[in-house]
T-cell receptor, first 109, second 113 residues
Framework: RKEVEQDPGPFNVPEGATVAFNCTYS??????FFWYRQDCRKEPKLLMS???SGNEDGRFTAQLNRASQYISLLIRDSKLSDSATYLC??????????FGAGTRLFVKA | EPEVTQTPSHQVTQMGQEVILRCVPI?????FYWYRQILGQKVEFLVS????????KSEIFDDQFSVERPDGSNFTLKIRSTKLEDSAMYFC???????????FGPGTRLTVL
């Protein structure tokens, strides 16, 4: 089983759509969870941290289910500028951070 | 807003040559990381560094790789004898605390010919 596994994508959605990304992780001792976005040939940039209580930042909502080892990201009212690759990132609580392969999102007008 | 910087932005080298990639982490950060991303593939952890020593390294980080913090601001990745398969984007990152958000530099694109 891959350490961090994401929906393979790509997701093609119209502007205004709601889109959900899923991620699972294999290490039950993982401590910290994040969603990053990466534009083509650019560095990953933090979108949001993910907490067990769930958290929301504007149009973005992240959820963590430790029992199922599952993380999700919901984007509401998609914008053209949301087109990017979304990376699920898990830290083992030590010094190692694992990235998922990413899910590509295309938002079209 | 403070940011991580990396130099050079693009490095071209011949196979077998040594390269040094440089990073300046955010000034109050204590944890430093190197990652690589081969074109079209996922971001891969190479090494983490804290308190002037390697904290963790991946299986990719073999004897040809080394890291150093030569002064109070720079953090370097050295590849001793580059191979064609070392061609990738190399990202440096830093964080304030161990489980904290990591901030990435813009990357150095390494091309090995």
């Amino acid at each position: 089983r891959k350490e961090v596994e994401q929906d393979p994508g790509p997701f093609n959605v119209p502007e205004g759509a709601t889109v959900a990304f899923n991620c699972t992780y294999s290490n039950s001792a993982s401590q910290s969870f994040f969603w990053y976005r990466q534009d083509c040939r650019k560095e990953p940039k933090l979108l949001m941290s993910v907490y067990s209580s769930g958290n929301e930042d504007g149009r973005f909502t992240a959820q963590l289910n430790r029992a199922s080892q599952y993380i999700s990201l919901l984007i509401r009212d998609s914008k053209l500028s949301d087109s990017a690759t979304y990376l699920c990132v898990v830290s083992d609580g030590g010094f190692k951070t694992i990235f998922g392969a990413g899910t590509r999102l295309f938002v079209k007008a | 807003e403070p940011e991580v910087t990396q130099t050079p932005s693009h490095q071209v080298t011949q196979m077998g040559q040594e390269v040094i990639l440089r990073c300046v982490p955010i000034s109050n950060h204590l944890y430093f990381y190197w990652y690589r991303q081969i074109l079209g593939q996922k971001v891969e952890f190479l090494v983490s560094f804290y308190n002037n020593e390697i904290s963790e390294k991946s299986e990719i980080f073999d004897d040809q790789f080394s890291v150093e913090r030569p002064d109070g601001s720079n953090f370097t990745l050295k590849i001793r004898s580059t191979k064609l398969e070392d061609s990738a984007m190399y990202f440096c990152a830093s964080s304030e605390a161990m489980t904290d958000t990591q901030y990435f530099g813009p990357g150095t694109r390494l091309t090995v010919l």
